[in-house]
């Protein structure tokens, strides 16, 4: 398995978004595409992201 490149990551953020803003749930999106984030800065924040979605289901 590669790394993403710049455009998928780009397509991948704007995907998200839309999904985030129709009430989707993103956590799969994100599972998807983290072990293919080469900038750590990034994976850190989609990482927490995914935490605080799990927490939430958790707590349900």
């Not at 704007?14 to 293919?36: F, I, S, Y």
């Amino acid at each position: 398995m590669g790394y993403a490149s710049r455009a998928e990551i780009v397509a991948f953020l704007k995907a998200l978004a839309q999904a985030e803003r129709n009430g989707e749930p993103v956590a799969d999106l994100l599972r998807t595409l983290l072990p293919k984030i080469r900038d750590d800065a990034l994976y850190r924040d989609l990482k927490a992201r995914l935490d605080r979605i799990s927490e939430e289901k958790s707590a349900d």
